[in-house]
């Protein structure tokens, strides 16, 4: 089959971004390859190598904030995906395949690749059936299901995650000469993210221990509180950046530190190590920071272990909230060496 692909990565940036290689494996066959996103994927799909063309649509089965099923809605993907050819769908482990397998159909999509273990009828081509009881990360995961549909990375590409060049230059931004360290301190789940007056703590120890820091988000209270930790030494960045400019910013950092999101990926993409402040909720050998030099910190035993809560259901976030801003700048010493 050749002609039109449409490869489906229906969540956030982190996930669209870890679904990177298996979008190079369908694109390296040749042909139009469409990304199908949700609209917090959207940015980050553009910046894969390998995608043509992007299409938005907010899925009522995988948003966080689910939408009503809309026939308009509906009529409108129909159409957006009409003269596809083929599709590889790509989920977590938790995500169904199938509702979106049925709209293509209905668009007339001849080919359906996704992994399920539901039956799928006549849903699916290739079915494709894993072990979801194993931690394989989702890069993998996802690149499975595009050699299953019979795409295979060209010779020379290694698999890792990667970005469109060249990035924006962001030399306009105040960064200024010599090493920084980036704080990213938010995440799109609370249940993720490191307490902010921990970050706060981090951001003027790191500044103690010789570091320029960088504080990076869309969340322009968080950073300013953030970067207030370290009056004249760190540059607030909140609010200032595209997702391409903030992978320039992060390629330029010694090292980030971040929560279980979707900068974390996008600094595996650019080979920036990362001090991972990873909350249980989902298995780090799923999601954590893919194949570059990292530093996992959080309680991986807590008691919110795989609940793939949104919201820490624990009392006092213990998984995190453990985690000391001494911690943070010993295992950027580690990565800085």
């Not at 894969?48 to 409108?76: F, M, T, Y």
């Not at 596809?84 to 359906?112: C, K, M, N, Y």
């Not at 995650?161 to 962001?170: E, H, K, S």
Request: with cysteine; proline share 9%; glycine share 10%.
């Amino acid at each position: 089959m050749s002609g039109r692909v449409l490869v489906a990565r229906l969540d956030d940036a982190g996930d669209v971004l870890l679904a990177g290689p298996a979008v190079r494996a369908v694109s390296a066959r040749g042909g139009e390859v469409t990304l199908l996103a949700g609209p917090r994927g959207r940015a980050a799909a553009e910046l894969l190598p390998g995608v043509d063309r992007v299409i938005v649509w907010r899925a009522p089965w995988i948003d966080h904030r689910p939408p009503p099923v809309s026939r308009h809605d509906v009529d409108d993907l129909i159409a957006q995906v009409g003269g596809t050819d083929e599709a590889v769908i790509l989920t977590s482990f938790h995500q169904s395949a199938l509702p979106l397998a049925l709209l293509l159909r209905l668009a007339g999509v001849r080919r359906v690749s996704a992994i399920s273990n539901d039956y799928p009828g006549s849903l699916l081509d290739v079915r494709h059936v894993v072990d979801e009881g194993l931690d394989v990360p989702e890069p993998e995961r996802m690149l499975s299901v595009a050699r299953a549909a019979g795409f295979e990375l060209p010779p020379g590409d290694d698999g890792r995650l990667a970005v469109r060049r060249p990035l924006p230059d962001v030399s306009r931004l105040g960064l200024g000469p010599g090493p920084y360290v980036v704080v990213h301190p938010g995440a799109s789940a609370p249940a993720r993210t490191w307490p902010a007056e921990r970050n706060r703590e981090a951001v003027r120890e790191l500044a103690d221990d010789g570091h320029r820091v960088v504080v990076t988000g869309m969340e322009r209270e968080l950073t300013a509180y953030v970067a207030a930790g370290a009056p004249g030494a760190a540059l607030d960045l909140g609010g200032a950046t595209t997702l391409a400019q903030l992978a320039a910013v992060i390629e330029g950092a010694a090292v980030l530190v971040a929560g279980n999101t979707g900068p974390a990926h996008l600094a595996a993409a650019v080979g920036t190590p990362v001090v991972s402040l990873f909350a249980p909720v989902v298995p780090a050998g799923r999601w954590a920071p893919y194949r570059v030099p990292a530093v996992l910190l959080g309680d991986q035993d807590a008691p919110c272990r795989d609940s793939r809560a949104r919201v820490c259901p624990v009392p006092g976030h213990p998984c995190l909230a453990q985690v000391t801003s001494e911690q943070v700048v010993k295992a950027v010493r580690e990565l800085n060496q």
